[in-house]
């Protein structure tokens, strides 16, 4: 009589173990799934942009250089900068279009803390209405879904 109860016991202790295993097991799976799921999210996010997936700030950089580079052409002989007209007046005279290149917030107003207005996805094209102010923003315009909307992105975001 005293074999069974020692039995009973021994297979409720088999029972309990088989569980906390194979609960290990599902946790580890579950862990393992989820790494490789999430594993391309980029953890370098440019300041003032609350999205998961965006190119790192190399690129940033390598953009905001180029526009400078276009807003100071040199003087091939001299190589003196000289600046025109154009390049100096607040407003463009005619709209034109440009690209966004990341994820970018068009805010109300010019400024890091302006409230968000949308996140645009890469590749949305947005009409400028104005030049870049000392910030870096301009103002600008684009269709989502039918409904023209206006408000101001930094200009490292686009090209």
Do not use: W
Not at 64 to 72: F, G, V
């Amino acid at each position: 009589m005293g074999r069974k109860k020692t039995d009973n016991n021994d297979n409720q202790l088999l029972g309990i173990v088989a569980v906390i295993v194979i609960g290990i097991f599902v946790i580890g799976v579950i862990i393992i799934f989820a790494k490789s799921l999430f594993s391309g999210i980029d953890k370098d996010v440019p300041k003032g942009i609350d999205t998961g997936t965006i190119a790192g700030a190399g690129s940033i950089s390598k953009i905001a250089s180029e526009q400078e580079s276009q807003k100071s052409p040199e003087n091939s002989k001299t190589g003196k900068k000289t600046e025109t007209s154009a390049e100096t007046t607040t407003t463009t005279a005619e709209p034109t279009t440009k690209t966004v290149l990341e994820y970018a917030y068009l805010l109300d107003k010019p400024a890091e803390d302006g409230e968000h207005i949308i996140c645009m996805s890469p590749g949305i094209e947005v009409t400028l209405l104005s030049a870049e102010d000392e910030n870096g923003y301009v103002k600008a315009t684009f269709n989502n879904m039918g409904t023209q909307l206006t408000g101001y992105v930094h200009s490292s975001y686009i090209a």
